[in-house]
Every structure is written in C-alpha cells, then in structure tokens.
C-alpha cells in the first residue's frame, strides 16, 4: 500500500501540469511520445535479454501499449476537451474496471471488493459534480478509454507477476513495459503529430522531462509493483485517491474554484472505503473462498 501511496502524491501534480502548461499549446500527441520516450531510457540500462521468455516480453509489452501507451493517447486528448477538475471527476470509474478485469481474468467473482470500489466511486464522485460544457460526452467518453486501458494494463501486469515464474527483480524487465508503450506512441505521433507544435519554452520542456523521467518513469514501475502487493479491492480504491489528491494540488498551487466542503466530504468517503476494504472486506472474501 506505501508503493501505491507514495505515486498518488508524485501524480497529483502531473493533472495541473498537462492542463495548465501543455494542453493547447504543445502537441498532444508529441507530449505522450517525449514522455513514454524519457520513460523508457530510465529502465533501458537495467532491463534483460537473456533469461526472458519471448511469452513474457510479449505479454509485458502488450500491457505496456495498454496502460501507458493507448491510455495517454486518450488522456491527453481529454485535457483538450475538459479541464482538470472534470478529467479528474471522471477517473472515478476506473476502480470499477480494475474489479471487474480482475475477476474476470481469475475466473471468479468477488462482489464484497466491487462494494468497496463503489463506495469509492461515490466519494469522488461527491467531490465536484459542477455545470459541464458542450465537449461533455465526448470528453467522458475519452477519458473513459483512458480509464479503460490503465485498469487493463496494471490488472494484466498484477495476473502476470503472479502467474509468471519469474525469478529475476522486477526492474529487468520492466523495460519491456515502456518499450511497448513507446510503438504505441511512435505510431501515433508519426500518423497524428503536428510538429510545429513543439515545446517552446524551457518551462514545457521542464514539465515534460518531469513528467517523462519522473511521473512515468519511475511511478508506472512503482505502481505495478505496488498493484501486486495488494488485493484488487485496494487497487481499485487507490486508483481514486488521485482524485482528492489531485483537486488538492490543483486548489494549493493553480487556485481553481473546488468546493472545498464537497472536496473534505469526498476524500473522507474514499478513505472510508479503504479502511471497510482493508479491514471487513479481505476477510469476508478469504472466508467465502475458503468455504467453496
């Protein structure tokens, strides 16, 4: 949980960074390939090409397209269409998709975490539910495949490091993650990139270094690694905590206008969805399956 914790406060920063300092004046689609491109050269120098299966790096680098490399081709578009506090809003249903991918992929069903995802649902929901704008649907929707793919990708890479017999550290192999992620992005670049839209200050250069080296190249792994501490009750819950999390650094630094009372209420119900996870919900689900 300390893993999982720990990158919710590095990425509370990245929503206010893209919408404040790149969206609509650098390109989208440039952005998401500098930053998978910076990630990646932080785990080149430790990854590993003997004692990997093909299966394995195929499947790694699958995950990687998914969670990092479609989710920011989506993501970043929505920043376009939305601002902060309302892509924010609408990550709420990725806990959902996190639950339900994993059940689905183990075979089972386990309702007891889909009410802790739920209930964390809610509680981010509460936070900012203001007037929308016209690009509402579109922006939903768009984020919604954002969501999508990110609950793909970390549920796929949690199966996989529990399946996998493999027996070299995690960071070896990681490279393969962001190198999947990387073709994703290169294609979409070369098909989609405007390139006279590139950064033009040292300040978006600034931003977009952070967010490569830092944001992504070290939270993706830690989060991944985080995800397979933990039950997917508790993933699905820390997937919401960015949202107060978010909103927080958003009001500190940038002072947009959150309702600060609906913000206090809503972040104390996602707590409350954790501590119900954490200390009714894991026992009721090891209970039911040992039964069965």
Request: proline share 3%.
């Amino acid at each position: 949980m300390n893993y999982l914790a720990a990158v919710t406060l590095l990425w509370a920063f990245s929503f206010s960074l893209i919408g404040v300092y790149l969206a609509g004046q650098v390109d989208s689609w440039f952005s998401v390939w500098i930053r998978i491109a910076l990630a990646s050269v932080v785990f080149l120098p430790f990854i590993k090409f003997r004692g990997v299966s093909k299966a394995l790096i195929g499947k790694l680098m699958t995950i990687g397209g998914f969670q990092l490399g479609l989710m920011y081709c989506f993501y970043y578009q929505s920043f376009l269409l939305l601002s902060v506090p309302e892509v924010l809003l609408f990550t709420v249903f990725t806990p959902i998709y996190v639950t339900l991918l994993y059940d689905f992929l183990k075979g089972q069903f386990s309702p007891w975490y889909l009410v802790t995802a739920v209930i964390a649902v809610a509680g981010a929901a509460f936070i900012k539910f203001a007037g929308i704008n016209e690009n509402f649907l579109m922006g939903f929707l768009v984020v919604q495949g954002a969501n999508l793919c990110f609950a793909i990708g970390q549920v796929g890479y949690k199966v996989i490091m529990e399946k996998e017999p493999v027996d070299l550290p995690q960071r070896t192999v990681f490279g393969y993650f962001y190198l999947g992620a990387l073709c994703v992005a290169s294609v979409a670049f070369a098909l989609m990139g405007n390139i006279e839209k590139l950064p033009t200050t040292s300040l978006q250069w600034g931003v977009l270094i952070y967010l490569g080296l830092i944001a992504s190249g070290l939270g993706y792994f830690i989060w991944n690694k985080g995800a397979t501490m933990v039950n997917a009750g508790a993933l699905a819950v820390m997937n919401n905590a960015l949202v107060p999390a978010g909103l927080i650094v958003n009001i500190l630094i940038w002072n947009r206008d959150v309702d600060l009372v609906r913000l206090s209420i809503g972040g104390a119900i996602i707590l409350l969805s954790l501590f119900i996870n954490e200390t009714w919900v894991k026992k009721r689900v090891t209970q039911s399956r040992a039964q069965a």
